[in-house]
């Protein structure tokens, strides 16, 4: 794996910026073009050359990161704002979303369509591994279950666009038009999405000494939900609002996930709560019953319902589900400590994967 550097780019830069041509560059904060350059340095290490790519022009979300604290001074002005000296922008009022809760170390700028963002990287004294507790769980099962963040209003408005996006030329300012309306949708179901996260990720660290979640299936991934043909217009579809919320509920969700145990891993460092992660094979067939634990796929009578074949056991197929998977996840950490390996050893590590899906509906044990 060959690639230019760091340094070498570093000197084409002080090149580049005595080139009329580029007299750009010197505008921009030099310290904010060197980072992206030792970005671009440490990606091409960590990754391989071939996993870099230019940025694309349509898809792109601009950000940027000033990475040394004593050139950003930050100010609190009043309850709610605060303001930023950011080196050739000047003092940069923002509305203060939280506390900061430490002392800054760096501030990434970013965009999200018409909105611009400033987040801190912040040193809180916590370190960046979380601690685990080896207290006993908690009785009750809860979980965002089918929780949708986009209406049915909404759904049909977006499956609108994508039709119109479909028949609008490329370049074009239509084209534009209908791509930033419907970053605005998905816009604010993301935000919805991570609110309640953050929210559930706070309930649940807060009550909880360990909290479970199952690894989800990457099989269902690919499920879509297929338009109805308009009869009267070949060629056409018909909008179904309770299909197309379906789906993009689903399509949230599958995205979503993997931000919640981001939340979780997150809040658990001041909690000391334990998350883990499970495989969740079988455990919608298996009877939760402590005395009995049979496996059979009769028993899950329906959707809803759960029905042991050899007890008789009788819950809703999700808590039962979420039973069995909290009982794996305390189990895991039974058989972690018992090996007294040392802390931060591979093997203490719970197993986790980053690919998800929908298998079962998600849901989370605590
Ligand atoms: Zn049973």
Redesign the pocket.
Same mark, same amino acid.
């Given at each position: 794996m060959r690639f230019i550097g760091y340094e070498a780019q570093c000197r084409q830069l002080a090149e580049a910026k005595s080139d009329p041509d580029c007299a750009w560059l010197s505008e921009a904060p030099a310290q904010v073009v060197q980072q992206t350059l030792k970005d671009l340095d440490l990606a091409c290490r960590q990754h391989g050359t071939w996993k870099v790519r230019w940025k694309s022009k349509a898809r792109w979300r601009p950000s940027f990161r000033f990475p040394t604290a004593k050139h950003i001074p930050v100010e609190r002005i009043s309850r709610k704002w605060g303001r930023v000296f950011l080196p050739k922008f000047g003092w940069v009022r923002f509305r203060l979303s939280r506390s900061l809760g430490g002392s800054v170390k760096s501030a990434t700028v970013a965009r999200d369509g018409k909105h611009w963002f400033i987040s801190f990287l912040v040193d809180d004294g916590l370190g960046e591994d979380g601690v685990s507790s080896t207290a006993p769980p908690v009785e009750g099962g809860d979980g965002p279950g089918e929780t949708g963040f986009v209406s049915a209003g909404e759904a049909i408005r977006y499956w609108r666009l994508e039709r119109k996006l479909a028949r609008s030329k490329k370049g074009s300012n239509r084209r534009r038009r209908v791509v930033r309306a419907m970053g605005d949708l998905m816009r604010r179901a993301r935000w919805r999405r991570a609110d309640f996260n953050a929210q559930t990720a706070h309930r649940l660290t807060r009550d909880n000494a360990i909290v479970t979640l199952e690894k989800l299936n990457v099989r269902a991934m690919t499920a879509s939900v297929a338009p109805k043909p308009d009869p009267g217009k070949p060629g056409g579809y018909l909008p179904n609002g309770r299909a197309a919320k379906a789906g993009l509920n689903k399509s949230i969700l599958d995205k979503g996930w993997y931000g919640l145990e981001t939340a979780l891993r997150s809040k658990a460092r001041y909690t000391g709560t334990s998350i883990r992660v499970v495989d969740p094979a079988y455990t919608s067939q298996t !009877?939760s019953?402590p005395l009995?634990?049979?496996v059979d796929a009769k028993s899950r009578e329906s959707q809803a319902d759960f029905r !042991?074949t050899?007890?008789g056991?009788v819950e809703h197929a999700d808590v039962n589900a979420a039973k069995n998977i909290k009982a794996r996840g305390y189990a895991a950490g039974l058989v972690v400590s018992g090996r007294g390996d040392p802390p931060g050893s591979v093997k203490r590590q719970a197993p986790r994967t980053i690919a998800r899906g929908v298998g079962d509906a998600p849901r989370a044990a605590a």
């Open positions: !009877c019953n009995c634990g049979t !042991c050899s007890c056991h």
